[in-house]
């Protein structure tokens, strides 16, 4: 039985909140808690300037705020137009080890066949956490994918946060705990050439931050790059880490998105963690992400 779940019925009960009908875009919501599929959007003539592209671009940014994470299908772009569309959120940033595509440090290498030995975002994370600031949200654009496998799972952690008791939530306020790149990204990107650099980035962000739009808390630690909290026993934070990655990993937060060729999902950072599965051996899955800037975890 879930540890959300009981005789009364689910811990978490979500309640979406039905804002005003869209004008430009169709919004399909994956999940009452997480995930869009956007249509009546082509983001290669968004980027380019088209009729109506300013009110469309205001609404893709609803989409994102009310769902953390939205997918478009059937999309055409270049890697200038996949950049562009980036810079539409905010200044892009760049991955401190990934390879990245052409001559822009701005579009990250998302690539794995039967030769890879390894695949991007195998486990549950947020993207970069070990940043000093952190990515506001990453924009990947698939354009080949397996014939079966290969889905990307979200998880909310607003909704993750608040299932939480009061009690633990006022046992993590004010805690901080350290993210650490190091131990991920050394030699991790050896089979592309990649030679490594002299460090990687680390810092201490609060474990649980508050989004600086939407004001609301989530729970801000993953198992990828957040190594212990800080001023506890290293004992209490090891069982209280393992605690909170079973429960923000709990499906209940979830969505799936099964890709098609050319489809691009967006998802924030700062609300989210996700998770490619890389069960489709030996078919390739390649595309590129471009990432943007966020601001310091508070």
């Known amino acids: 039985m ?12 979500h309640t979406a909140e ?5 004008e430009t875009i169709a919004v399909e919501k994956l999940t009452p808690i997480i995930g869009a599929e956007i249509s009546g959007v082509d983001l290669g003539k968004l980027v380019e300037g088209e009729a109506r592209s300013n009110r469309q671009m205001d609404e893709i940014h609803r989409a994102l705020a009310e769902n953390l994470v939205i997918f478009f299908r059937d999309q055409h772009i270049t890697p200038q137009q996949h950049l562009a569309f980036g810079r539409k959120f905010g200044e892009l940033h760049f991955h401190p080890a990934a390879p990245h595509e ?23 994370h947020s993207d970069v956490s070990c940043d000093l600031e952190p990515p506001m949200g990453s924009i990947l654009y698939i354009k080949q994918c397996p014939p079966r496998g290969g889905d990307t799972l979200f998880a909310n952690m607003y909704a993750a946060y608040e299932a939480l008791s009061d009690r633990m939530k006022a046992y993590l306020d004010g805690l901080t705990a350290l993210h650490d790149g190091e131990p ?17 980035p680390h810092a201490e962000h609060p474990v649980v931050r508050t989004h600086p739009v939407t004001a609301k808390k989530a729970l801000y630690v993953n198992r990828g ?22 429960h923000a990993e709990n499906p209940l937060f979830q969505c799936r998105f099964r890709w098609t060729e050319n489809a691009i ?3 924030d950072n700062r609300c989210t963690q996700h998770r490619a599965m890389w069960d489709y051996w030996p078919h390739t899955r390649s595309g590129t992400r471009v990432t943007v800037k966020g601001e310091r975890p508070v």
């Open 265 to 267: 999902a967006f998802w």
């Open 225 to 246: 790059f957040t190594r212990h909290i800080n001023g506890i026993p290293r004992d209490e934070s090891d069982a209280m880490l393992a605690y909170l990655y079973q």
């Open 184 to 200: 991920i990204y050394r030699g991790l990107y050896a089979n592309y050439g990649v030679a490594d650099r002299p460090s990687y």
């Open 18 to 22: 039905d804002g005003a009908p869209y």
């Open 102 to 124: 052409d001559e822009d440090p701005a579009l990250m290498k998302i690539y794995a066949d039967k030769n890879s030995p390894r695949a991007n975002g195998e486990g549950w």
């Open 2 to 13: 879930s540890s959300l779940a009981g005789k009364q019925g689910p811990r978490y009960r």
